[in-house]
Nanobody
Framework: VQLQASGGGLVQAGGSLRLSCAASGRTFSSYNMGWFRQAPGKEREFVAAIHRSGGTLYSIDSVKGLFTISRDMAKNTVYLQMNSLKPEDTAVYYC???????????????WGQGTQVTVSS
């Protein structure tokens, strides 16, 4: 599966963004999907994931930041709605997919190219 992330940009603190990740192929419904992020000089970290059955997984920071992951099976797309953004949310956000893994660990088989999110203070 190929993943194409979009929706990043520059936003002021307190603002919102919605990231999208379009997946190629006809087996989108077979994959667990997720988002990771990596800030400059920091390790990559888990943000959220959604199981093919619809169950979700969030990092503690994502919950505090009012992030919501969702998926549209008809559009082969997964979304990350990010509200109340803070400067520390600035990072490159990566979309991921895996047929089996549904975890906080960065062990997913497929990774998108990333989209930059910058939150100004």
């Amino acid at each position: 599966v190929q993943l194409q992330a979009s929706g990043g940009g520059l936003v002021q603190a307190g603002g919102s963004l919605r990231l999208s990740c379009a997946a190629s192929g006809r087996t989108f419904s077979s994959y667990n999907m997720g988002w990771f992020r990596q800030a400059p000089g920091k390790e990559r970290e888990f943000v959220a994931a959604i199981h093919r059955s619809g169950g979700t997984l969030y990092s503690i920071d994502s919950v505090k930041g009012l992030f919501t992951i969702s998926r549209d099976m008809a559009k082969n797309t997964v979304y990350l709605q990010m509200n109340s953004l803070k400067p520390e949310d600035t990072a490159v956000y990566y979309c991921v997919a895996d047929r089996n893994r549904f975890t906080y660990a960065d062990e997913y088989d497929y990774w998108g190219q990333g989209t930059q999110v910058t939150v100004s203070s």
